[in-house]
């Protein structure tokens, strides 16, 4: 919640004379849509942008479907990607196999080098460990 006061999803609240945090039920909405903006891909400095917005009076409805947008557009290139990187490990794999067959089993092969026809993708894998950064967004 402090995090989510300083970026600006929620204002400072109010104190209870206990120490408890007060907030009108728009700043209770605000932290309902989190979770599932944050499902969504949107990031907490998005959700603090459109948030702002809202409190200032402007409804940023559009701001949130060109967000919106994007991160679909994105989704669909992120798609793309892997699929391409499917297609070529699947490749990868069947010439392994054909290799090893024909190997001894003693002898090394050396597998790794079919891997550079495998193009990068900017998308992270799931086996990735995402970095302390991402984890807070």
């Not at 700043?27 to 949107?42: D, I, M, N």
């Amino acid at each position: 919640i402090r995090q989510y006061e300083r970026i600006g999803i929620v204002p400072k609240a109010e104190r209870s004379p206990a120490g408890y945090r007060i907030w009108n039920a728009r700043e209770v909405q605000y932290l309902k849509w989190v979770a599932p903006a944050k499902r969504a891909g949107f990031t907490l400095h998005e959700l603090a942008e459109i948030f702002r917005m809202y409190r200032a009076g402007s409804p940023p409805c559009h701001t949130a479907q060109d967000l919106l947008q994007g991160k679909l557009a994105d989704l669909d290139r992120q798609i793309d990607e892997l699929s391409t990187l499917r297609r070529k490990l699947r490749q990868v794999l069947t010439r392994w196999k054909g290799r090893l067959r024909q190997a001894t089993p003693s002898e090394f092969v050396p597998l790794f080098d079919d891997l550079y026809d495998v193009p990068m993708t900017r998308t992270r894998s799931a086996l990735t460990p995402k970095s302390r950064k991402e984890r807070r967004s």
